[in-house]
């Protein structure tokens, strides 16, 4: 009997140790999550002065590529609304007009600025045209549509008006269609932390 209950515990510990190797074999393989941040980054806004996300620590961030041109413009209103509505909330927009679907933003960073306060009244920050996909795609862009940067998913710029959720530590959280109104309970709940 005392050789059996030996013999067994043996075995038990025998079994533990193989899974405890194989457990940290596995965590050795796995591809490390991203420590990038948003916060990393500094580019210039549509008036050409420097803007830090650092600045915006503690806040969920909607990134969104705009353009004055598109069947989606009319977002802005709804941007601007939710933005006026929760930015005492730690919230922040911050847009980033591109003309790289279908030449619908081809005026210079004046004309989008004039525009945009004309048409829409915006006033959350507004970032100077960039390219948000192919070769010259800006730096913030490649964090957020790349895992390997972002740590969460890879993903493509579909259109105009594509939605990115950045929460209070500068990590990306979830990734949006263009045609999601800004508006859309996803977003409104996920600003309210539900």
Known sequence: MKKAILILTISILFTCQNQAQNNKKKMETQTPVS???IYQFKVKDLYGKDFDFA???GKK???VNTASECGLTPQYKDLEAIYE???????VIVGFPANNFGAQEPGSNEQIAHFCQMNYGVTFPMMSKISVKGNDMNAVYKFLTQKSKN???DSEVEWNFQKYLINEQGRLVKVLSPRTLPTDTEIVGWINGK
Do not use: R
């Open 55 to 57: 600045s915006l620590k």
């Open 35 to 37: 420590t990038e941040t």
């Open 151 to 153: 740590g969460l998913q």
């Open 61 to 63: 961030i909607l990134v």
């Open 85 to 91: 509505k929760y930015k005492d909330k730690n919230f």
